[in-house]
């Protein structure tokens, strides 16, 4: 069955690479409301066109809307998910190619696994490969900032799943991903007292001192040996030199990797003493995900996908990685979870943004022939 798939995809790889050069030019980051409204137009023509099946779009408040897709008739179900954001705003970034490498926004993070996706469902109809399990595609829009939008549906669509394929990039070196890091954000807003630096220096209360003494206590919290990192990304404060500041604002990222020591730094964090007399601090601790432990159930996921590689010609291994991905999410309810699916490239998140053309085909006709195997 591998080599079939593979054949066929091999086959129609000019038309899978128009398409993807098509879902790349349409340009849109997680806050382009109005472009990801077209990248939605686009992507729901393109499964219509190569696999005749109906998209339900899901609305939500704030745009970011859901598309799915579902085929198969088993009484289990295998849910797929992907993002159709970026994180390049409109205009930053043209899609380019040298060689064999596309580069472009949201081509490696995550348009090519999007159509993947979907190219595998075009490939199981032209085959008659009539798929066991009941086949779930969930799409969503607001990936890349938290999926605050779509994490409720995800989890509802998770709930009674077999399986989860994410189909985010593999790790650089192809390897798949089988547990992710937790993801925590935190914002402390530190409140002091404005006084002249000058003339009246003792009467201030001094926020940006009080800030100082949290980014060396935050960062000390960094605990390699359990994978707990604190990273203060952001801090501001202050108006001008000669004026005590009453602001500062510190922005916090934490990975870790068990809900207990999730749970120990969000103590640490809210509980912790002021040291400059008179500030008063607001900590604000953001939604987050849940880590995605490395469990015996995604192993047994991995060591299928694995089988599937071998037939193919492929060789990977897996990783347990720090960046969180919305598997993080169904993970965290049981759901076994293989991620790192999509396609092989490299420097997601930056200009250098590329998917190497010549690997990509294997790659789906890995995503297509596991779809089978689980
Ligand atoms: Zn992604």
């Known amino acids: 069955m591998e080599q079939r798939i593979l054949n066929y995809l091999e086959e129609h790889k000019t038309e899978i690479i128009e398409d993807l050069k098509i879902l790349v030019q349409a340009e849109a980051s997680t806050s382009d409301i109005e472009e990801l409204k077209e990248v939605r137009e686009i992507l729901t023509r393109i499964i219509a066109d190569r696999t005749g099946l109906k998209v339900n779009e899901h609305k939500r408040d704030g745009g970011h809307n859901l598309l799915e897709f579902e085929i198969g008739t088993g009484s289990e179900k295998i849910l797929l998910l992907g993002h159709y954001?970026?994180?390049?705003?409109?205009?930053t970034f043209k899609m380019h190619q040298e060689g064999s490498r596309l580069f472009g926004p949201g081509v490696y993070d995550m348009k090519s696994g999007i159509l993947s996706a979907i190219w595998a469902v075009k490939a199981f109809h032209d085959l008659n490969i009539v798929p066991e399990k009941k086949l779930v595609f969930l799409f969503n829009g607001d990936e890349e900032t938290g999926s605050k939008e779509s994490r409720e549906l995800i989890c509802e669509r998770a709930k009674d799943a077999c399986a989860a394929l994410i189909c985010e990039p593999p790790a650089k070196n192809g390897d798949l991903k089988t547990g992710r890091k937790g993801v925590l954000g935190f914002t402390i807003d530190i409140k002091g007292k404005a006084s002249h630096a000058g003339n009246a220096h003792q009467a201030g209360i001094n926020a940006i001192e009080e800030?100082?003494?949290?980014?060396?206590?935050?960062?000390?919290?960094?605990?390699?040996?359990?994978?707990?990192?604190?990273?203060?990304?952001?801090?501001?404060?202050?108006?001008?030199?000669?004026?005590?500041?009453?602001?500062?604002?510190?922005?916090?990222?934490?990975?870790?990797?068990?809900?207990?020591?999730?749970?120990?730094?969000?103590?640490?964090?809210?509980?912790?003493?002021?040291?400059?007399?008179?500030?008063?601090?607001?900590?604000?601790?953001?939604?987050?995900?849940?880590?995605?432990?490395?469990?015996?159930?995604?192993?047994?996921?991995?060591?299928?996908?694995h089988t599937c590689g071998e037939r193919l010609g492929l060789n990977f291994s897996h990783q347990y990685v720090g960046g969180g991905s919305d598997g993080n999410f169904v993970a965290d309810m049981g759901i076994p979870t293989l991620d790192g699916l999509g396609a092989y490239g490299d420097f997601a998140h930056s200009e250098n943004e590329y998917l190497d053309l010549e690997q990509y085909i294997p790659r789906m006709a890995l995503l297509a022939s596991l779809l089978q195997r689980i």
């Open 211 to 305: 800030m100082a003494h949290e980014i060396l206590f935050i960062q000390g919290l960094t605990d390699y040996d359990r994978g707990t990192t604190l990273n203060v990304g952001v801090c501001e404060g202050g108006s001008k030199a000669n004026v005590v500041p009453a602001r500062a604002k510190l922005i916090v990222d934490c990975r870790y990797e068990s809900r207990e020591e999730g749970e120990r730094i969000k103590d640490a964090i809210r509980n912790l003493k002021a040291s400059v007399n008179g500030t008063e601090r607001t900590v604000t601790v953001g939604s987050g995900r849940p880590p995605m432990p490395e469990t015996d159930a995604n192993m047994e996921l991995f060591e299928i996908a």
């Open 85 to 91: 954001d970026t994180v390049h705003p409109v205009g």
